[in-house]
């Protein structure tokens, strides 16, 4: 397989971002292609999320409503 794509986040405002990427892919001839969008909320070294995800497994989409939370070290 093969696979390539794009991301980018964008801080609007000191504590708020905006996260999008795409990728492409191809397994045995068959594309697979992820498209991500998500809010962040960040406070301190922690951060909550919110997003759609939409997913093409060669012929099948899925699409997904996506939670989260993450922290940095």
Same mark, same amino acid.
């Given at each position: !397989?093969?696979? +390539?794509?794009? @991301? &980018? *986040?964008?801080?609007?405002?000191?504590r708020i @971002?905006?996260? !999008? #990427? &795409?990728?492409? @892919? =191809?397994i /045995?001839?068959?594309?697979? /292609? =992820? +498209? *991500?969008? $998500? !809010?962040r909320?960040?406070h301190?070294q922690?951060? #909550? @999320?919110?997003? %759609? $995800?939409?997913?093409k497994? #060669? =012929?099948?989409?899925?699409n %997904?409503?996506?939670v989260g939370?993450?922290? +940095?070290?």
């Amino acid at each position: !397989g093969f696979c +390539y794509g794009l @991301s &980018a *986040e964008y801080f609007p405002g000191k504590r708020i @971002s905006f996260a !999008g #990427a &795409a990728k492409w @892919s =191809t397994i /045995n001839t068959r594309p697979v /292609n =992820t +498209y *991500e969008f $998500q !809010g962040r909320f960040h406070h301190r070294q922690f951060f #909550a @999320s919110l997003g %759609f $995800q939409h997913l093409k497994i #060669a =012929t099948p989409t899925y699409n %997904f409503i996506t939670v989260g939370g993450g922290i +940095y070290l």
